[in-house]
């Protein structure tokens, strides 16, 4: 069974320009959340998707969106990007319903903004 | 305000030289602690669930417990394939928001 996969797996914006992230979830999995991966920061919850919905959102500025489309693959747009944008994206998936929400990563998407 | 913190931040062993780590939580209504493991440049792997005080679970090498305040990952004889970077993370019942720990970084030396 495939896993859950990331595209890019690098990227290398400049200031101001923006970014999109992809993600397929795994056969199955209707939820989809995004993370950001700073060094030193650990991993900070951005996004929410279930069924198409935003269901819950970190604390990031709304310039961070995305969208979950019918096939339940999801995509990350950031807008304006900033110097500390620079961090490991990573997507994960996990079924809706299971109690707690088991969560399966992708590998991620590495996004340098020079 | 619900937090999670690892310690130590990073932990040198002896291969077969036994050791835990801790995962200390604050949040109002646990609905479940994660514990993932995390090679550089990878995504985080799952590891176990622990959903109430006083359950354990074991995987190889790994056993993971759980308090009210607290969990802990036990390595038991650890091997160097067991360095990485282990994760705590827990899901509240208010927000189902997952919060993350910083993460102990474990070498195993052979």
Known sequence: ?????????????????????????????????WYQQALGLGLQF???????????????????????????????????????DSALYLCASSLTGLNPYEQYFGPGTRLTVT | EDQVTQSPEALRLQEGESSSLNCSYTVSGLRGLFWYRQDPGKGPEFLFTLYSAGEEKEKERLK?????????????????????????????????????GKGTRLHILP
């Open chain 2, 64 to 100: 993971a417990t759980l308090t009210k305040k607290e969990s802990f990952l036990h390595i038991t004889a650890p091997k160097p394939e067991d360095s990485a970077t282990y994760l705590c993370a827990v899901q509240a019942w208010r927000d189902d928001k997952i919060i993350f």
């Open chain 1, 1 to 33: 069974e495939a896993g859950v996969t990331q595209s890019p797996t690098h990227l290398i914006k400049t200031r101001g320009q923006q970014a999109t992230l992809r993600c397929s979830p795994i056969s199955g999995h209707t939820s989809v959340y």
């Open chain 1, 46 to 84: 951005l996004l929410w998707y279930d069924e198409g919905e935003e269901r819950n959102r970190g604390n990031f500025p709304p310039r961070f969106s995305g969208r979950q489309f019918p096939n339940y693959s999801s995509e990350l747009n950031v807008n304006a990007l900033e110097l500390e």
